[in-house]
T-cell receptor, first 116, second 116 residues
């Protein structure tokens, strides 16, 4: 069964460093998402991406964050200069296109980012 | 604005006994509601969804949920717990952010433990 994959499973970085989190969505899906979950808190929406541009972003997704689909298979989240408060589990999700009705989002296993 | 409250952070049941995970929601519009499950080191998996059809929704693995508009609730139930049900469960509400792109709002999660 096709699934969303994410690498690495755990990333440790120093404050101020750039990190890139990678996701491979399901191959025929056209919508891509990033969510994050700070330890002990809710899963929060960050950004959605369709047709090579951001569809929507939350207030969390500031100028430190960017997303890209560099090669038609990977979908990446870049944090330009990490802060301690960026430590969280980051989930990638993808869904297929459907004009109306809910498109189920398929989630990856997550990348745990630890900023020291 | 939409929000979700999961009333219990941890529920513990004996194997073979009923499961009840409680969820209340707030939404400005007719909501779409979901339950996702996350097993350790796995991605978030959709258990079931309510999208304005039948109010009693059946999902995978014997789970079901009932949408009660008057109580703004969407509780998850299962008649008989199995050891493999031990996981974290998320109640989720969505609103349409645009054609095909759905921003999910998560509850904080309920960890279900099943005692042999």
């Amino acid at each position: 069964e096709p699934e969303v994959t994410q690498t690495p499973s755990h990333q440790v970085t120093q404050m101020g460093q750039e990190v890139i989190l990678r996701c491979v969505p399901i191959s025929n899906h056209l919508y891509f998402y990033w969510y994050r979950q700070i330890l002990g808190q809710k899963v929060e929406f960050l950004v959605s991406f369709y047709n090579n541009e951001i569809s929507e972003k939350s207030e969390i997704f500031d100028d430190q964050f960017s997303v890209e689909r560099p090669d038609g298979s990977n979908f990446t989240l870049k944090i330009r200069s990490t802060k301690l408060e960026d430590s969280a589990m980051y989930f990638c999700a993808s869904s297929e296109f459907r004009a109306q009705g809910f498109n189920e989002q398929f989630f990856g296993p997550g990348t745990r980012l630890t900023v020291l | 604005a939409q929000s979700v409250t999961q009333l219990d952070s941890h529920v513990s049941v004996s194997e073979g006994t009923p499961v009840l995970l409680r969820c209340n929601y707030s939404s400005s519009y007719s909501p779409s509601l979901f339950w996702y499950v996350q097993h350790p080191n796995k991605g978030l998996q959709l258990l079931l969804k309510y999208t304005s059809a039948a109010t009693l929704v059946k999902g995978i693995n014997g789970f079901e949920a009932e949408f009660k508009k008057s109580e703004t609730s969407f509780h998850l139930t299962k008649p008989s717990a199995h050891m493999s049900d031990a996981a974290e469960y998320f109640c989720v509400v969505s609103e349409d952010s645009g054609a095909g792109s759905y921003q999910l709002t998560f509850g904080k999660g309920t960890k279900l433990s099943v005692i042999p």
